[in-house]
């Protein structure tokens, strides 16, 4: 049986920790200056995939 690829786009996205899958945080890229400094903290916090998404993460990224 042939290995299991890793998804390319996946693995740019995604850092596995000891217990949780970190992501980005999104609407964080462009258009600041609307967006009120609590409001930007916020997203500044570290984000974690979704419980009911780990499953199918992980099987993009072949653990």
């Known amino acids: 049986m042939p290995k ?3 998804v390319r786009g ?4 995604f850092k596995v920790g ?4 970190k992501r980005g945080s999104a609407f964080r890229s462009h258009i600041l200056t609307k ?16 419980s009911t ?8 990224l072949g653990i």
């Not at 996946?10 to 996205?13: G, L, P, S, Y």
């Not at 967006?35 to 916090?45: A, G």
């Not at 998404?53 to 993009?60: D, E, L, P, Q, T």
């Open 53 to 60: 998404n780990v499953a199918s993460v992980k099987a993009m």
């Open 35 to 50: 967006k009120s400094r609590n409001r930007k903290r916020d997203l500044r916090s570290p984000q974690y995939v979704d």
């Open 10 to 13: 996946a693995a740019k996205r």
């Open 18 to 21: 000891k217990n949780k899958i």
């Open 4 to 6: 299991m690829k890793t």
